[in-house]
């Protein structure tokens, strides 16, 4: 056999490959209408914990799973849920560093639970709080936004800083605008990754942290205006970013911010307005990615966008009726809306959580579990 | 520069000229010296003062016998070696040298395998049985001392006493799976006999205000899930040391020796009696294993006797049976055997109120201890055989093993493990440290209130006036402080044989106190006493960058507005490296309280000091940050308030590496 | 080689594919470009970024529902007037005298004080009196940033006023999105403070990006000069202040010739006015305070350097003239106020100030009295709940305030946009203009200049 001409039959197969693989998504995505017929999997049931039912009052800031365990940071202390019913509320009596809850994470390896609160840091463990102060440890400062924990590392959003926390040793580091590229040193979320750790830097865009040559990357707003957004895609939407994401399944970041949602591959940015897209608002709080979906906790509803699709789904609660509203923005920009009997307990959604298919979510006025439903054809 | 520094500046400025000049000069001296000798790592825990300090004693401080009971396994501290000694001919029948300062001993539960903690090592050894040959060796935390496995034999549990923490070994591996936070100084660990729980006991009290009675922690660790279920409140007290758990049928109690100081009280109540008690904490676990805390029911028993007291319990295990529970009193030369029947009649019979009385009363112990057996000199651990006939003690300061009959209880033997005959001036002592002998009915020891050989207790104590409340002080370490007299806080003690000779016969002790030449040989030991590691500073000494730029600002001369801070501002001239980090002379840093007669306090040497809070004269800083950003308000404690918080976390990066 | 090839397209178009998927979710057919209601904050239209560039694919600040808040906070139980002994409102500013800026925080309080107390003698809030929870706004370990906190939690304050540093305004904005504190802020001169768009603070003192186009507006524009150079104290003050003055002048195309800054507490001046003066520039541009300026005046006059010296409002007080004296002379500043003016509102609030306090009051004080008195029309108005109020005080979108310091106009971000006033120091005085007129509307041309 001529080996030339076995060469150019591999590489004509290759090239028919290669060009198929660039067409097969362009069709997929010149067909609408079947991305119409498939709906997502919704949530139609929600469970509200609120004061009505022994919840505390007031603003739920975030909510973390631990197993069959639930930690909700609130307005009134911590709440810890044990399989859907409150079993405690821990208070600065019970010696919480802060009565405001802002952040929860939770030590998969030794059970040891850290509590970002305003009045400092805590630490749950075996059944007894210690806190972590500025003024009696190395924390920054004492409004702590955001935790993380990362092996034998814990890391710290501060109102003045990043903190990491070697927890081995006791070793406290503060990065902020004068050892790693702040524009501003107030860190609000903490994302980590594999091999890197995100930030979200109020003022400052997000900050990515690479851990094995312990150098920053910030990645900030190109066309350095607070008041406009002159390319669509151009990169991060606004520097002032309240939370960051990292999907491990996309290897992408998702950045919310008060002027709309961010996402970026390694290559490509994308992001939403609510004038481009489903998005509830363009005010968000917090944002979650799992799979193919990002969850965007926004002023006026839970937003979900399904990437592959690129259908948005938006959870919200008529404040009238307390009936929940379902509105489907399907790719091709055409609408749906499905009135479900329970809803969210409030449309201002702060923080996300899953706990297998199910989803908490902590709104500004209680808790609410969405109980996950089978997709429909 | 701030207008606070400086109008703190202008009012040193104001301060005696020829004292600044003094200072400045000490400054540039302690500068030139130290940069010609940068700081290096702590060695290990060798007495290295003196050329007897080669000889080398054992000191045994761990046994575990062989499931069969045919070998004692003997970890000798200062030999940095285990022993396996035949019971039968009691004769030493192999040695393993293991890593540096062994301290604790496991074995696997087929009996195969030894795991020895070294202290100076950060690391457990694994060791055949056997053989005694070393099979490799796995590192753990930060000065581990106390360690046992899991039932299954497949995790270990190792305390790791400076790091407040316990290492979770995967045995398959032989690496670190996970660490759990402990309390204070965990010392000694063991596992439940239904094999569900590792209760660690935590040498030190919890951190608290000084003014407050201690509160001590045993952590409770669930076996599956390997993480911490409870933290128990062992209230005032301190020092938990070994731990056994009682068989159901004796009441299933955990026993837990501890010291019970009246530290608030002034210290001339010693004479009245009372002052610190010993006994044991019995706790009633709860019914699960991940039960919380209010599951387990604490009490506290005192085996002291009304005239005469049984100084720093250490060791204690019980007949299989549970009917005797043995203690050591490491300070009295003595072991109690406590009859279990009569302490659960005991604690059944009382009602709650009473109960918690039972930690104060002194008639306790005539009920509950059938005999007091002398064993040799500082006993320290203690195992009982499988069939219950016999216990032995390490006896760490004679390097010997009491071997007790317990059906007849009474002493059978005393295996002698060849240690060095020769006692050094730094063994005698050594000795004499431990010994409570000189104390007033026995109370305390110098190990009392320094236990771990050197390490303060961490207590505030009311030992300068008769007056309740006033001139409390905290206790210091006894490590490195060779050279950085006068001591005691008030700096009234010129040197350490007034110290320790007739200022502490006459207001510690009252006694006799030591002779002359007993004090000589007790100065020559504690003098020895370093911190066996520090393991803040890396083994070639190199800083790293926080710490490098913590040394910086503790060498600085001008604030970061690039302004001068006065000599009396900065860290060296009062810390100086010259005199392990003390200018040997009483500062006023604007610590004293209303409750303080005097204002200025000895400058205390860092060198190893800063590992364990809390700080200053009185014990109120819990943590070193506090002494900056709540005790210093004008500066007097060092210019410090124009340091961001990144800059003061470096210097305390810093001050750690000392 | 040919299959070494082949692969790599194929692994290029594996990347293509990542591409794609990226770039699929842009299909959605453009929307249609916002229409602009105003230019943001009286932006000169040759300063527009981007603007001989394209049109921005989106334009904050510039619509009514910028501040839309849909958070729970009106839902909350409101405060229960009876039970209750003062209405408490959180104050926090500079007030030790170690800090630098407790001048500034002083009057802020006086000016607060003063309202309170005038709220309270014609009855408080229904009977009970309006009482200030003061927290100093102290640097030192970062203390100040739990006042907040401690405002709502502890104090059960309605509602706050400061601060005056940048930072800490901002640190208390980040805590209010989550506290709900209403804030009124009387002082900060950052103008990214109402930038955020949380809904929970009004800003009613002018702040630096109205000053930095007003200088430019007048030194360009009016003055037409074109080489200017900028000095500037190296603080958050200093650095953020004087940059909308920079990229004001670079983009209406006179770029600064050079920028120096120097360190707080500098008394020589020497190097940075050598660099200066060999930049030949022909007008100078000081972001700082009155100190500083007053020895850079003194200092530049010796060293012969003649040219015209403008800056920020801090540098706006009788301090600088005291200390550079005749060396002062022609110096063009912006105020705050205008405390020259013989309207009843502004003289009345003078004499009442100065007898309360024995010292006339300065902008700080005006602008404080000002925001004490939105703030506790607010609560009358809303009752006490938090929400309500924040509603109240964004009931002054779009609208005037008229107060002591002047007519305040307050746009979609609820920050006071009036024109401010200049200062020039002649025959060592500071004479003022323009004006402020109540009639004023945003991106009234004739208005701004």
Known sequence: MNPNKTTTVLQRTLLSMALLLVALPCAMTQAPAQNRATQPALYTKWINYTAANGFPEGEVYCVTVDGSRVWAGTSHGLVLLEDGRVKKIFSTDDGLAGRAVMSVAVDQQNGDVWIGTFGGLSLYSGGEFKNYTNLTSGLANDLVYGVALQGQFLWVATAAGVNRLDTNTGTWSIFNETNAPFNEPWAYGISVAQQKVYFAVWGGGVLAYDLAKQTWKPFTDPDGEQELVLYRNQGLIHNIVSSVSYNPDTKTFWASTYFGLSGYDGRNWHNYLTKDSGLASNFINAVQSRGDDVWASTQSGLSQLDTNTNTWTTYSRDPKTGRGEILITHADGSKQRIATETSLAHSYILNTAFQGDDIWVATAQGLSHGIHAQPKE | ?658 | MRTKQCITVLLLAAGGLTVHRATAQAFLPAAPMDKTVMRYANMPPAARPYASFRKPYQEWYVQPDTLEYSGAARSERDGDVATLKTINIGFLGPLDADNEDSPYGVSMLHGAELAVDEVNASGGYRGKPFALAIHDDQALWGASSMAIVDMRFKDQAWAMLGSVDSASTHIELRATLKLELPIMDTATNDPTVTQTLVPWLLHNFPDDRQQGYALADYIFLQRHLKRIGILQVNNRYGRVGKEIFAQTARRIGHPPIVEVWFATDTTDFSSQLQTIKASGVDGLVIWGNAAEAGLILKQMRALGMQQPVFGSSRICSPEVIKIAGSASEGLTVISAINPTRDDPTWTGFQQRFAKRFGVEPDAYAAYAYDGANMLMGSISQAGLNRGLIMDALRGYEMKHYAGVSGSAFFDYTLNNIAPVTFAQIRDGKFAYWPERRTDWKPNDAANAR
């Open chain 2, 1 to 658: 520069m701030t207008t606070a520094s400086k109008r703190s500046a202008s009012r040193v400025r104001r301060r005696d000229e020829a004292l600044l000049g003094i200072a400045l000069l000490s400054v540039i001296i302690a500068l030139i010296m130290f940069i010609a000798q940068r700081p290096k790592p702590a060695t290990a825990a060798e007495h290295t003062s003196s050329p007897e300090a080669a000889i080398r004693y054992l000191s045994p401080v761990a046994l575990q016998l062989s499931p069969n009971g045919q070998r004692l396994y003997v970890v000798c501290e200062d030999s940095d070696a285990v022993l396996a000694v035949d019971t039968r001919s009691q004769r030493i029948v192999g040695r393993a040298e293991v890593g540096k300062r062994p301290k604790g001993i496991a074995i696997s539960p087929d009996g195969n395998t030894l795991y020895v903690s070294d202290e100076g090592s950060d690391a457990v050894t694994e060791i055949d049985a056997q053989t005694l040959t070393i099979r490799r060796t796995i590192s753990v935390g930060w000065n581990p001392v106390g360690l046992v496995t899991d039932r299954a034999g497949i995790t270990l549990y190792v305390a790791n006493t400076l790091g407040d923490d316990v290492s979770v070994i995967d045995l398959r591996t032989g690496t670190e799976k996970k660490r759990l936070h402990a309390g204070r100084f965990p010392e000694y660990v063991a596992l439940s006999r239904d094999g569900s729980r590792v209760y660690v006991a935590n040498l030190l009290a919890r951190l608290g205000p000084p003014d407050q009675p201690p509160i001590s922690e045993l952590t409770v660790i669930d076996s599956a899930t390997q993480q911490v279920t409870a933290r128990l409140e062992v209230p005032g007290v301190l020092q938990l040391r070994h731990i056994t758990e009682l068989p159901a049928a004796a009441g299933g109690y955990l026993l837990i020796p501890f010291m019970r100081p009246k530290n608030l009280n002034p210290l001339v109540q010693i004479q009245q009696g009372g002052y610190l008690t010993h006994g044991m904490a019995v706790i009633r676990p709860s019914a699960t294993s991940a039960g919380e805390a209010r599951d387990y029911q604490v009490s506290e028993l005192l085996l002291d006797d009304i005239d005469h007291y049984y100084a720093d319990g250490f060791g204690v295990a019980s007949t299989p049976d549970g009917h005797w529970a043995l203690v050591t009193a490491s300070g009295s030369n003595i072991v109690s055997i406590v009859d279990t029947s009569r302490l659960r009649t005991l604690l059944l019979n009382s009602r709650p109120m009473h109960r918690l009385e039972l930690a104060n009363r002194l008639d306790s112990a005539h009920k509950l201890v059938a005999a007091r057996l002398l064993t040799g000199r500082n006993p320290t651990d203690v195992v009982t055989s499988a069939d219950g006939r016999f216990a032995y003690i390490a006896n760490r300061m004679d390097d010997t093993i009491s071997v007790l009959d317990m059906t007849r209880l009474q002493l059978a033997a005393t295996i002698d493990l060849g240690g060095p005959k020769q006692l050094s001036r730094i063994r005698r002592g050594q000795q004499l440290f431990f010994d409570a002998s000189h104390c007033y009915q026995g109370q305390m020891a110098c190990a009392t209130c320094h236990p771990h050989e050197g390490l303060s207790d961490g207590l505030a104590w009311s030992l300068e006036t008769p007056q309740l409340g006033r001139d409390v002080v905290e206790n210091r370490t006894l490590y490195s402080i060779e050279g950085t007299e006068p001591f005691k806080w008030n700096g009234k003690n010129p040197d350490l044989e007034t110290q320790d000779g007739p200022r502490t016969a006459m207001y510690i002790f009252r006694s006799q106190g030591f002779s002359p030449t007993e004090v000589e040989d007790l100065v020559a030991y504690i003098f020895s006493l370093h911190l066996v590691r520090n393991p803040h500073l890396a083994a070639d000494g190199h800083l790293t960058d926080a710490q490098t730029r913590g040394q910086a600002l503790f060498f600085r001369e001008k604030t970061n507005s690039g302004a001068p801070i006065s000599p009396l501002q900065q860290c060296p001239t009062c810390h100086s490296p010259l005199t392990h980090f003390t200018s040997k002379i009483q500062i006023d840093v604007g610590t004293a309280t209303k409750y303080d007669t005097i204002t200025a306090f000895d400058v205390p040497q860092l060198e190893g000091a800063v590992m364990k809070p809390p700080y200053l004269h009185d014990g109120e800083a819990l943590q070193l940050e506090e002494i900056w950003t709540r005790f210093n308000p004008d500066d007097k404690h060092g210019l410090t308030s124009d340091m961001n918080k990144a800059q003061l976390n470096d210097l305390i990066e810093y001050l750690k590496t000392l």
